[in-house]
Every structure is written in structure tokens, then in C-alpha cells.
T-cell receptor
Framework: EPEVTQTPSHQVTQMGQEVILRCVPI?????FYWYRQILGQKVEFLVS????????KSEIFDDQFSVERPDGSNFTLKIRSTKLEDSAMYFC???????????????FGPGTRLTVL | GENVEQHPSTLSVQEGDSAVIKCTYS??????FPWYKQELGKRPQLIID?????GEKKDQRIAVTLNKTAKHFSLHITETQPEDSAVYFC???????????FGKGTKLSVKP
């Protein structure tokens, strides 16, 4: 069964550095998402992406964040200047068609644990 | 925007008993309500979902009910087993492109 994959599994960085988290969504999916989960807390929506542009973003997704689909398979999240409070698990998710009386299933990747020192 | 409340935060049951987790949501426009199971250090895994045009859905030992009028939905697990122990998150779709708004999670412990 196809799965969402993410790399790296763990990223350690210094405060102020840039990081890029990578995701390979399920191949026939059209909608892509990033979520984050601070340790012991709930999963929080960051951004959704469809048709090569951002569809929606939360208040967490400020100017230091950006997303890109650089080719036909990868979906990336860039954090420009990391802060201590960016330390969290970042999950990528993908889904097929949206709409038509409610949404389709979102499948999550294994996550990237980001530690900002 | 959408807000999802989930109760209880922790739930401990004996193996074989039933477990019920309840969620409420605020946005009457929400149409899709998935439940995810997350084991320690792992990804959230979709276990069941329900759309707004359905009141109940069952998959083996797991069932979900939805009351759109009251804006609440519940997860029911029957004949619980130790491997059901995990954190369970409910969610509701929060926008036109399907972003999910999650509850705070319920840590379910099933004692053998």
C-alpha cells in the first residue's frame, strides 16, 4: 500500500538557521498538507497546497515559512530562520480529491522531528 | 474558524470493556470528521471517518456516530484489546481545501 514518506526523520539545527523538510506524497494525490505537533500536544494545521499554490494557511504559517513542489513528486516545507519554539514534529499529509459532500482521507507521513537549539 | 473539543483527555479501561471518546465542533459548515490513532512516536493513522450525510458508521470493533444538530461526534471501541492503547484524535474539516482541525487527543489505556 502506498505511503507518504518524509526526510529526514530527525533534524537538529541552530536557532536562526534555515531548514528544509521534505515529503513525497502518495503519487496520485492532489492535495498536500503540513501539520505540526509540539511534544505531547495536538496536531496543528499549517498549510494546504493544491494546483501548485497555497490553498489555506493557519496563523502559525507566517512569513518565515514557505512551501514548494519543486518537481512532480516532492513537497517541501522551508523554515527560513528557525526559533526555539519551532521545535516540533512536522507531518506531511496528502489526499485525493476534495469536495463532494465532505473530504477524502488524509494520509500522514512518519514525520520529521525538528529540534532547534 | 473551526474549534474541536475532545473528552476525556485520558481513559483507562479493562480489556474487553468498551471505550467512548466524544468530540464537539463549532463550525456547522464542517462536513468531514475523521478519527486518528497515534502510537508513541508514530504517525497519526486514520482509523475511521464519517461524512455529514451519514449518522453512523461501523468497522468491526470501531464505530463513529455523528449528530449534526448538536455538533458532536463520538468514537466507540468495543471489546478493547491492549493493542488499542494509544492516543486518539478526532478532527473536523476546517476549510474548503480540507485542512483538519484536531482535538487535543485522548490517551486510551487498555489494561490486560
Amino acid at each position: 500500500e502506498p505511503e507518504v514518506t518524509q526526510t529526514p526523520s530527525h533534524q537538529v539545527t541552530q536557532m536562526g538557521q534555515e531548514v528544509i523538510l521534505r515529503c513525497v506524497p502518495i503519487s496520485n494525490h492532489l492535495y498536500f498538507y503540513w501539520y505540526r505537533q509540539i511534544l505531547g500536544q495536538k496536531v496543528e494545521f499549517l498549510v494546504s497546497f493544491y494546483n501548485n499554490e497555497i490553498s489555506e494557511k493557519s496563523e502559525i504559517f507566517d512569513d518565515q515559512f514557505s512551501v514548494e513542489r519543486p518537481d512532480g513528486s516532492n513537497f517541501t516545507l522551508k523554515i527560513r530562520s528557525t526559533k526555539l519554539e519551532d521545535s516540533a514534529m512536522y507531518f506531511c499529509a496528502s489526499s485525493a480529491l476534495w469536495g463532494l459532500a465532505g473530504g477524502p482521507k488524509q494520509f500522514f507521513g512518519p514525520g520529521t522531528r525538528l529540534t532547534v537549539l | 474558524g473551526e474549534n474541536v473539543e475532545q473528552h476525556p483527555s485520558t481513559l483507562s479501561v479493562q480489556e474487553g470493556d468498551s471505550a467512548v471518546i466524544k468530540c464537539t465542533y463549532s463550525d456547522s459548515a464542517s462536513n468531514y470528521f475523521p478519527w486518528y490513532k497515534q502510537e508513541l512516536g508514530k504517525r497519526p493513522q486514520l482509523i475511521i471517518d464519517i461524512r455529514s450525510n451519514v449518522g453512523e458508521k461501523k468497522d468491526q470493533r470501531i464505530a463513529v456516530t455523528l449528530n449534526k444538530t448538536a455538533k458532536h461526534f463520538s468514537l466507540h471501541i468495543t471489546e478493547t484489546q491492549p493493542e488499542d492503547s494509544a492516543v486518539y484524535f478526532c478532527a473536523a474539516d476546517g476549510g474548503s481545501q480540507g485542512n483538519l482541525i484536531f482535538g487535543k487527543g485522548t490517551k486510551l489505556s487498555v489494561k490486560p
